[in-house]
């Protein structure tokens, strides 16, 4: 199955990505994953994406479309995969939808996972990631063993004022892909209120895919 993972911030684009394609057996490609990567090995993509994520703004297209093309062309994307936090604009998801028609297959559903802000910054605002096995936690909704670990950090755009700017982010570039997967007849949406195992069965059920 070839999917996309559409939500706000703090929605549990992440925490939802690794649980379904683990069920379904295709990889998970979260962009924002694997642009903290290349930031903490200092790479050159790294250097290239920093400055706009420490803002909370989206890097630009070209760098992030590049890296997209490439993980798709590795041999365990070919059969499907779920990406969450791409495509993030319509051009992005233009380019995707060409990156697809190339390789002569098509992208199956959108999964718009729906959460009020206020949900979102009580996530946000919580979360801490720990450094050894980048397991994401709650400080309520899922607390770590010892919540006062050195292990466990913040994510740098997680302070308060990052967020409410990522918010007005979605709202402008991010919300219109909605529209953009209605019209292919491809979008689900899917309450992204309650607990996590309920919420992976309402989307498992939204895609065809609950036992
Ligand atoms: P990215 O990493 O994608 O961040 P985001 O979209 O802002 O989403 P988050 O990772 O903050 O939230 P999430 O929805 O994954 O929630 P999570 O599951 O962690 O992108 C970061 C940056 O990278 C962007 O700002 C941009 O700069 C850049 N970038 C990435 N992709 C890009 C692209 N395509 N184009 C350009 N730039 C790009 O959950 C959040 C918290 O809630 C956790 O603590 C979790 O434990 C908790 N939680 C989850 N589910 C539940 C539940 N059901 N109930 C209670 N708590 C829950
Ligand atoms: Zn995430």
Redesign the pocket.
């Known amino acids: 199955m070839r999917l996309v993972l559409v939500?706000?911030?703090?929605?549990?684009?992440?925490?939802?990505?690794e649980i379904i394609a683990e069920r379904l057996g295709i990889p998970k490609i979260?962009?924002?994953?694997i642009?903290?990567a290349n930031v903490s090995g200092g790479t050159p993509l790294g250097l290239k994406?920093k400055e706009?994520?420490d803002a909370?703004?989206?890097?630009?297209?070209e760098v992030?479309n590049e890296m997209?093309a490439d993980r798709l062309a590795q041999d365990d994307a070919k059969d499907g995969f779920l990406l969450?936090?791409?495509?993030?604009?319509t051009e992005?998801a233009k380019v995707l939808d060409g990156i697809l028609d190339e390789a002569g297959v098509v992208l199956d559903t959108a999964v718009e996972?729906v959460a009020s802000d206020d949900e979102?910054v009580r996530?946000?605002s919580?979360?801490?990631v720990s450094k050894s096995t980048g397991k994401?936690?709650?400080l309520e909704?899922?607390p770590p063993a010892d919540p006062d670990s050195d292990d466990l950090y913040q994510?740098s755009?997680?302070k308060p004022e990052t967020v409410k700017h990522?918010l007005e982010?979605?709202a402008e570039q991010t919300a219109p892909l909605v529209g953009f997967y209605e019209k292919q007849g491809k979008l689900v949406e899917i309450d992204?209120?309650?607990?996590?195992a309920?919420?992976t069965e309402r989307a498992l059920a939204a895609i065809g895919a609950a036992e």
């Open positions: 939500g706000p911030p703090g929605a549990g684009k992440g925490t939802q990505a979260s962009t924002g994953d642009f903290r994406a706009y994520m909370g703004e989206l890097v630009p297209d992030t997209v969450d936090g791409y495509p993030r604009n992005q996972l979102v996530r946000l919580g979360r801490r994401v936690y709650h909704f899922d994510r755009d997680d990522r982010v979605y992204a209120i309650g607990e996590v309920e919420v």
